[in-house]
């Protein structure tokens, strides 16, 4: 029996042995077919050494696609063959460059690249006599297709940008009217037009500004030049601040603007953000919530509430204390949010939500820990309230949420027969105007407007964006603000004008349709991070125009001085998500102070 068993072990691994070497046999026979294919993808991969330059994203992008086919013929299925065939260290080879090529190959054939190069970068700077130090050779030698060089004060942005120059020029060959540089002041323009000239001559290159190059795209194709209004900010203000005090004058209006005032002013946090406790009250502390009453109060729902009893006429005072003694060994004497003294009512404010739960941080914990904390406090409120037979209405925060607070404050004071007359609007605007919530609500309106010209929104795609997301806040700046919008665009037509959004967006749908066209090979930017919207879809109409062209861009990533002209600072820290593949360098290398500066006098 023990025989019969051995020899059917035996058998059946002779079998399964003839079974795997057939179907290894199979295998190396399907795996021979792209032979050939292997070869050409290794070779051409080998051009990537072989050309002894910088290896961009786009080459190898392009290698890959080219090769997609045969990654996809042969990714995986043949991982178990076993073979001392040369074919499967060939397959091996091409999916290791085709899955890992940049972390395994590319970076390092680029890195080798710029310590071979930098020399005769180094060369040609000493001889234009433009100071440098490897930070600024490095970033000089990244031939990616998108680089982005992030600099602070001092550490040579101009200097850089005259080596770029110098080194295209000169060791690349790039032709001058193939390179556009653009900046963002004419300041900076002329810092950088003059010092060209000084480096290179009359060569026909010279900086410009966003405004100047989409005024020659423009001027170009209608063979003439628009008028540009409100090329200042001062300007703008001066517009927004006559229309505004017009609209006032209608009553319909001047009630938006003070509700606008009095519940949306400052956004009302209802989301957890705070990762403790001590976080919130820090916020609270530091926010000063103010009510029209100029009192000071804790939350932002709390000043809401405030200010809908004072602009309805309705007596209230706030914490005062309650009208019986309460201070115990256990609890300072009670003093209620509000108390409304023509009718002894008492109106408490509780921060819970649907399911009696406080949501002060993002740590879910703490806030199991805090909501049985604050249910205690609600509930000895309320047994107060009960043994002392005083009546208490309640609002909770989640109503604030919904959307719907002040309807149902309504019919809680109209249970108890509060009446309501509501105030002379004029007469409560009138103690906001020498507040600072007029010159926050003007420079609101200009920031909103700058960044819906940017982006190319119309009136009535805005308020189908705001339609749709169904934030009361932005609904009531919206209303405010939809007639601003009106009057503007009024005065840019009846002048026969554009601001400088409709500019850039013009000269962009000028590039995108062809009418405007230019053969660039490098884009050169300056102060990136002054960027805007509608300046990036001019450059990526550019890019798209000229796909072989190459984006070098210099900015410093906090420093933003048009922050509030439609400048978007995420256009730079999201900058790949923009332009794709980018490479990313710093000049941390501060030549702005000498050591001067450390020697003690």
Not at 51 to 79: C, H, M, P
Not at 380 to 392: F, N, Q, V
Request: hydrophobic share 40%.
């Amino acid at each position: 029996m023990l025989i019969f068993i051995i020899f059917f072990i035996i058998l059946l691994v002779l079998i399964l042995s003839t079974v795997k070497k057939n179907r290894d046999r199979e295998l190396l026979q399907a795996l021979k077919r792209f032979e050939a294919d292997f070869d050409q993808a290794l070779m051409e991969f080998k051009e990537f050494e072989r050309q002894k330059w910088y290896v961009s994203d786009r080459q190898f992008r392009k290698w890959k696609e080219k090769f997609t086919y045969l990654a996809e013929g042969v990714n995986g299925k043949f991982s178990s063959l076993k073979t001392d065939d040369p074919i499967k260290g060939k397959m091996q080879a091409f999916l290791e460059r085709f899955n890992d090529g940049r972390k395994l190959f590319i970076n390092k054939l680029n890195e080798n690249f710029i310590i071979e190069e930098s020399p005769a970068i180094k060369k040609i700077l000493d001889g234009k006599e433009i100071k440098n130090n490897s930070d600024q050779v490095n970033a000089i030698a990244s031939d990616e297709d998108n680089t982005l060089l992030v600099a602070g004060a001092g550490t040579g942005k101009t200097t850089t940008i005259l080596g770029k120059l110098a080194y295209l020029l000169e060791r690349v060959k790039v032709s001058p009217s193939e390179i556009l540089l653009l900046s963002f002041t004419g300041h900076a323009v002329e810092e950088l037009s003059s010092r060209i000239d000084q480096k290179f001559g009359k060569i026909g290159l010279g900086a410009q500004t966003f405004h100047g190059f989409g005024l020659s795209i423009i001027g170009q194709v209608l063979n003439k030049k628009p008028d540009i209004a409100f090329l200042n900010t001062h300007e703008k203000k001066l517009f927004f601040n006559e229309k505004f005090s017009q609209l006032l004058k209608d009553e319909k209006y001047l009630s938006l603007a003070v509700q606008y005032f009095a519940y949306y002013l400052k956004p009302v946090v209802l989301e957890p953000g705070f990762f403790n406790l001590d976080e919130y009250y820090k916020y609270v502390h530091a926010e000063r919530m103010v009510t029209l009453k100029k009192e000071l109060v804790k939350s932002q729902q709390e000043v809401m509430i405030a200010n809908f009893l004072y602009l309805n006429g309705i007596d209230y005072v706030y914490e005062a204390p309650y009208e019986h003694e309460t201070a115990n060994t256990d609890y300072k004497q009670y003093r209620p949010d509000f108390f409304l003294p023509g009718y002894g009512l008492y109106l408490e404010h509780f921060g819970i939500d649907k399911n009696g739960k406080t949501h002060f941080t993002s740590d879910p914990v703490q806030n199991e820990v805090h909501t049985e904390k604050y249910r205690q406090q609600m509930e000895w409120k309320r047994e107060l309230h009960a043994k002392y037979k005083t009546i208490l209405i309640e609002t909770f925060s989640y109503e604030f949420m919904e959307g719907h607070w002040q309807q149902l404050l309504i019919e809680k004071l109209d249970a108890h027969g509060v009446k309501r007359a509501k105030l002379d609007m004029k007469e409560v605007f009138d103690t906001l105007a020498d507040d600072t919530s007029i010159r926050m609500m003007m420079t609101l309106f200009i920031t909103f407007l700058d960044l819906s010209k940017s982006n190319s929104f119309s009136l009535k795609s805005l308020q189908d964006r705001i339609t749709a997301r169904s934030v009361p806040r932005e609904q009531a700046f919206f209303e405010l603000f939809m007639p601003l919008f009106q009057a503007y665009e009024a005065h840019l037509e009846e002048r026969g004008e554009i601001d400088f959004h409709d500019m850039l967006n013009m000269a962009t749908e000028f590039i995108q349709k062809g009418n405007y066209v230019v053969k660039l090979k490098y884009i050169i930017i300056d102060e990136f991070q002054d960027f805007s919207t509608s300046k990036s879809h001019l450059v990526k109409a550019l890019c798209d125009q000229n796909p072989e062209a190459k984006l070098f861009c210099v900015g410093d990533d906090w420093q933003s001085i048009f922050r509030f002209t439609g400048s978007d600072i995420s256009l730079m820290t999201d900058f790949e998500k923009a332009y794709g593949f980018t490479q990313k360098d710093h000049l941390v290398v501060t030549n702005r102070f000498n050591d001067r500066l450390a020697v003690v006098t």
